[in-house]
Every structure is written in C-alpha cells, then in structure tokens.
C-alpha cells in the first residue's frame, strides 16, 4: 500500500506541473496533494481506494473518469462539481494528454493496473440507457429516462415555474424567477400572441410556458409531452389556475397530429435536442405542415459549434458520449446555420435569430448552485448516484457555455408566403420602434 500511495503521489506531482488548478487530491489515507504550486485544500478531488486510479489506468478516457466518480470512487470534498472545474483552465486540462511524460505516468500507474474492488454502481446505472438503444430508438422511453426521474427533484433547482430552458437577464442580478417570467414573455412577444391565437407548445414541460400565454395574451395552447411525470403536474398546474378552457395538456408524439394548418403559432423551447440530426427533417416538414398561413414557429434549442469541415460535425467527442449514455440518450445538437438551413429548406423564412448563451451560462449557475445547495433532499429523493451525475452534468453543460463550445438561440420563423409577412418592420421585443 505504501508504494501505491507513494505512486499516487508521483503521478499526481507531475500533473499538477502542467495543470497548475487550484484544487488538491486527497489521496485514501488522508494525505493532501496540490493540483499546481499555489493550490488551495478547501476544494479536494478525493480519491477513495487504489481501486478508482486503477480503473482510470486500465481505461484513460473521460467515460471511464465519470463512471468512477458516480460510483464514488472519486468524490469532490469543500465545493460543487462547478467550482471545481472553475480551478483550472481548461486549455491545459485539454493539452494534458500531449504535454505529460508518458512514460513516467505509465512507470508508476503499472502497480494499480491490478488494483480493483469490483464497483459495478455507475455501470449498471448506465446500462438502463444500453437497453434503451438495444431496443432500437424508443423516444418515449428515452425522454421519460431524463424528465420522469422526480418532479420534487426537479422543485429542488428550478424556478417556482418548473422552466427548464434558458432564461432571459435583463441585468446580472435578476433572479432566475424573474428571468425565466421575462423569458416567457419574450416568447409570447416574438410570436405576437394575441386572444384567440391558436398555440402548439411542442414539448410543453410542466406547463409553465403553456400558461403564461393563455393567462396574460389569452392565446389557446395546446401543449405536449412525452414524459408521464410532466403531464401530470402541468394539468394539474392548469386546473390550479382555473385555465382549463384554455389549455389542454395532452401526452403524446407530435408527430402523430395529423390535421394541417390547425395553429396559427408554434413554440419548440429545448425539446429539439431530444429529436436527433436523422430525424430532423421530419420535424421541419410537421412544423409547416402543422402551421396555418403566415404562421409562426419559435426554436429555442442549444447547439454546438460547427466544425471547419461539417463532414465530421457528427463525430461524438468524449463529452457527448458520456451526456448520451447517462443523461440525453438519443440527443444530438445541431449547429445554427443547420438550424437556418433546414427551416428554409422546409418552407420557412427565418426573421430572427438571437443567442442566448450567456443567458443560458446563467441559468445552468443558478441550477448548479441551487442542487448543490440542497443535494441532501435531492439525495432522499433520487439517490446518490442520480445527484451525483446530475451536479456534473450541470457543472459540465455550464462550462461548455462559458466557453463558447454550447450555445443557444432563438430562430423565428414564419411560413413562407408571397408578399409581405405582417410583422412589424421594427420588432418591439427587440426595444426598437
């Protein structure tokens, strides 16, 4: 055991040469070692066992890292998952592989390429998305894996109206409630909501969205889901506001609505990403198909940055692998000039575009920093390992938008028509007249 820890200590020393975080690794007997020469302790990676290093040794990838931290095997001590990776810069973690002596690391991980303890939690875990695809693509059950593991789960992070999209700051420090409201109004306003609209929410959420525009722009909404969980508290959150008349909640696939040009508007708000690149032009086709005469479709949706050659835009990087298999199974993103592409592909004329990252970074603070501040109820409620790998994915997704690799937009657009739209030349949402 002492040469292990004598090991671990090598290992560790040479990566905190090129790493320089301000964070410490607390080795299984207690023993603190810096990540960089001027590291704090106050936030520690703990390392549990031999055990966990082993497994990195006989797997180094960034799947292999998350599963030993969701099964414990490596714990983070005196802050999130989010202020940890906020100590160190991201571009040394990236050039690590490249810049570390192999051959020294190799050297001294080659005693714990034996050392295991048959910890199977994140595994198993993870399995339950592998029979999801062994299946063949069920997206049912696929948006059920995410949005059916708790409501009370999901109080414990969001904003009083249960919205789980990008809200919109008006300043730095409005509050995520107020944000998420303006965000529903802004919504309402890009689609000109007026009484007596008719309005599809297209992956409805709790209901929050759906409500908004039948109390305070006296539209009539139709909104689906696919996920059980969701359309139990959102008809419930409709009869609480007497909206019943106005509202319908309806769990069901989109795709299945068959009667054309029945809404004269539209509002998609992060349900895209659940559709996947292969499927979205059959999306497109339903949206216009779905859409009456100079009808409005709003796309809210995160996507990712193109790449210099497109023809490797679908490759899976490590990140996306670890979020399909234990968080979005079956999500893909698109890039926003796809988005654009396909909406004038199927018949649409795009009349706005905003980006929302910023707007989106804030709101996965918010969430980070909310769970994190109430994982032990979220513990009781989902279990360990859930909170666990929810708290990464939160940590993860907001520094993807930090640094401009996740972004996210909203696309107006209207159905094509000869002759002029009808909206206002100066769009008021905008603050322009």
Request: charge should be neutral; charged fraction near 20%.
């Amino acid at each position: 055991m002492a040469d292990l820890l004598a090991n671990a200590r090598t290992i560790i020393a040479h990566i905190a040469g090129h790493l320089q975080a301000d964070v410490s690794v607390e080795l299984w007997n207690g023993e603190i070692v810096p990540l960089g020469p001027n590291a704090r302790d106050d936030i520690r990676i703990v390392i549990a066992s031999p055990a966990a290093i082993g497994r990195l040794v006989r797997s180094p990838k960034l799947m292999t890292l998350v599963e030993v931290y969701i099964a414990g095997g490596i714990d983070i001590q005196g802050g999130s998952p989010l202020e940890a990776l906020g100590r160190w810069e991201h571009l040394r973690a990236v050039g690590l592989v490249k810049s570390v002596n192999r051959g020294l690391i190799m050297k001294a991980a080659w005693p714990f390429l034996f050392a295991t303890d048959g910890d199977k939690g994140a595994l198993s875990f993870g399995d339950r998305v592998g029979a999801l695809f062994g299946k063949g693509r069920d997206d049912t059950a696929m948006i059920q894996f995410h949005y059916d593991v708790s409501n009370a789960f999901y109080q414990l992070f969001l904003d009083p109206e249960m919205q789980y999209s990008a809200a919109v700051f008006a300043t730095p420090e409005t509050s995520l409630a107020d944000a998420q409201l303006a965000k529903m109004d802004l919504i309402c306003r890009k689609l000109e909501l007026v009484p007596g609209d008719r309005m599809l929410d297209l992956g409805c959420g709790w209901g929050g969205l759906a409500c908004h525009a039948a109390e305070f722009f006296g539209a009539t909404v139709h909104g689906i889901t696919l996920s059980q969980e969701q359309h139990d508290l959102a008809q419930a959150r409709v009869a609480s506001r007497g909206l019943s008349d106005r509202v319908t909640i309806e769990l069901r696939d989109y795709r299945t609505i068959e009667t054309p040009g029945i809404y004269g508007k539209i509002a998609q708000i992060g349900m895209f990403e659940h559709v996947g690149i292969d499927n979205h032009d059959r999306h497109f086709e339903q949206m216009h198909r779905l859409l009456g005469p100079h009808g409005l479709y709003l796309h809210q949706a995160t996507t990712r940055r193109a790449t210099k050659d497109l023809t490797k835009f679908r490759k899976r990087t490590a990140y996306m692998a670890v979020i399909n298999r234990y968080i979005f199974p079956g999500g893909e993103l698109d890039y926003i000039g796809m988005t654009t592409t396909n909406l004038e592909r199927h018949g649409f004329e795009v009349m706005d575009v905003e980006s929302m990252r910023e707007h989106y970074y804030r709101s996965l603070k918010a969430w980070s920093e909310a769970l994190y501040a109430n994982r032990e109820a979220a513990v009781a409620e989902v279990g360990l390992t859930r909170t666990r790998l929810w708290l990464l994915y939160l940590a993860l997704s907001c520094t993807g938008f930090w640094r401009g690799v996740l972004c996210d937009f909203q696309t107006l657009a209207q159905k094509r028509t000869v002759g002029l739209s009808g909206l206002p030349l100066r769009p008021g949402y905008r603050g322009l007249s």
